[in-house]
């Protein structure tokens, strides 16, 4: 397993499935072990896959968040999916176990959000600190508008008491106080250019 961890570096395709065996591998079972032969099987047909770095794109950071809301049916909690571009080419990315359960996709989308919002400061004062220029804000894209309304509007809060009030205050100021970040709605519907 570990070796498929490698993987992960050249290969964000495989991130969530990885991840996810992951999370087995202290007593792996017999239905873990053909999951694993699957992945194998899978990149050996995609050997040809991978991530390319381009020069064009301008050095912009651009995110996109999302989540899977009660697919992890083990303890009922949701999968953050985030990945960051600096221009055309990603450059980081990661999915990872939501820490608490959220009660609706809104919820889940939220905290997906909230962790993507850390993460694009993080990248934006290590670029501060590689090139000596500060990039003003960071575009985050997420793909459910009640989440996005619950970032920018404090009357949506009083209806989620279930969702951390400091991650709320966290991303609001990061959007409206600070300007650090500016967060869009992007379609979370395939289109024929990425199937």
Request: proline share 3%; with cysteine; net charge positive.
């Amino acid at each position: 397993m570990e070796v498929l961890r490698y993987l992960l570096h050249t290969r964000p395709d495989l991130s969530y499935s990885i991840g996810l065996l992951s999370r087995f591998m202290q007593d792996p079972k017999d239905h873990h072990l053909k999951a694993v032969k699957q992945v194998i099987r899978y990149i050996k047909g995609t050997k040809e896959h991978g991530i390319i770095y381009k020069k064009e794109g301008g050095c912009k950071i651009t995110g996109y968040s999302d989540s899977s809301y009660g697919i992890n049916t083990d303890q009922g909690k949701g999968t953050t999916g985030i990945v960051f571009y600096f221009g055309e080419s990603p450059i980081t990315w990661c999915t990872q176990k939501q820490p608490t359960v959220a009660l609706s996709s809104c919820e889940s989308e939220f905290m997906a959000a909230t962790g993507a919002a850390c993460q694009a400061l993080w990248l934006k004062r290590l670029l501060s600190e590689l090139t000596g220029g500060e990039e003003k804000r960071i575009t985050l894209k997420v793909d459910n508008v009640s989440a996005i309304a619950l970032v920018r509007n404090p009357v949506f809060h009083g209806a989620r008491e279930s969702t951390s009030i400091f991650g709320y205050h966290f991303i609001r100021e990061c959007v409206e106080k600070w300007g650090n970040i500016n967060v869009e709605h992007v379609s979370g519907e395939p289109t024929k250019s990425n199937i």
